[in-house]
């Protein structure tokens, strides 16, 4: 006789947390296909070779699952790596340090102060067609794009922003870097992101924006040459024609979010 208690109660509430936890996560982190696919294939695996107990069935899914971490690496190679990545995040156990923390600091303005900088550059770049790539660290290291540019290490100021991306300039073509709310490098070279969604008018800087944003949780933020839009990569995903209100709010959200 099968006895159901407290610690099987324990044990259903713990998991049904960690799979909410675990969809969360993977909706922010723009993979919630995969969580319904694997969801899926649990499911018809559990019905087929536990409840109606279909032998060949249930042997060739019990096959397919001792490969299926494998296949699902090589299938979803940056999805998964978009997860891992937004897992490893330094915010998602920022709540341990404040475990041993006396007392509550309070916010910091100065976290915001990098954000209107930024949002006045694109908008006077978008104005003169002046084509720019900014990306903003969040809980990644960037030091490695970084170091691909020339390190400059400078408070964050409208006109130095467009200085830099003048089309004169020798660093115009790169990226900016921004790390602890300072401009770290210039002229950096970031991963080309391949993925078939991305419209074929938009080009490289677009391209380098959302490999950037799938290869790490970090903000970047786009001006075209070519129309003057302004577009915004973030977890795996490229929002074109974003306005500069919306740029703003934006940026003052994930300010916010980076200071909790």
């Not at 970090?218 to 795996?236: D, K, P, Q, Y």
């Not at 306005?243 to 300010?255: F, K, P, Q």
Request: glycine content about 6%; hydrophobic content about 45%.
């Amino acid at each position: 006789m099968f006895n159901f208690g407290v610690k099987d109660i324990i044990d259903i509430f713990l998991f049904a947390l960690l799979l909410y936890y675990v969809y969360r996560l993977m909706k922010e982190s723009g993979t919630i296909n995969i969580f319904y696919g694997v969801l899926s294939f649990i499911v018809v695996w559990v019905l087929c070779s536990e409840i109606f107990e279909m032998r060949l069935i249930g042997t060739i899914l019990d096959k397919f699952m001792a490969i299926g971490l494998i296949i699902l690496v090589i299938l979803f190679q940056e999805p998964i790596k978009r997860f891992l990545v937004e897992l490893g995040s330094k915010r998602r156990w920022k709540f341990l340090s404040k475990l041993f923390r006396h007392h509550n600091d309070g916010g910091d303005d100065s976290a915001l102060s990098w954000v209107m900088p930024i949002v006045y550059a694109c908008m006077s770049m978008s104005k003169s067609h002046t084509g720019a790539l900014i990306v903003i660290e969040q809980s990644v290291p960037l030091d490695n794009y970084a170091k691909s540019g020339d390190i400059i290490d400078a408070i964050i100021n409208t006109r130095l922003i467009e200085n830099i991306f003048f089309k004169n300039s020798p660093l115009h073509d790169g990226a900016m870097v921004i790390e602890h709310g300072r401009i770290s490098a210039a002229g950096c070279i970031l991963p080309v992101s391949h993925d078939s969604d991305v419209p074929r008018s938009l080009g490289l800087r677009h391209r380098s924006a959302l490999g950037i944003a799938q290869a790490t949780d970090a903000v970047a933020v786009v001006v075209s040459e070519e129309t003057g839009n302004i577009s915004v990569a973030h977890r795996g995903k490229l929002y074109t024609r974003v306005s500069t209100t919306e740029l703003e709010n934006r940026l003052n959200a994930i300010a916010i979010t980076m200071n909790r």
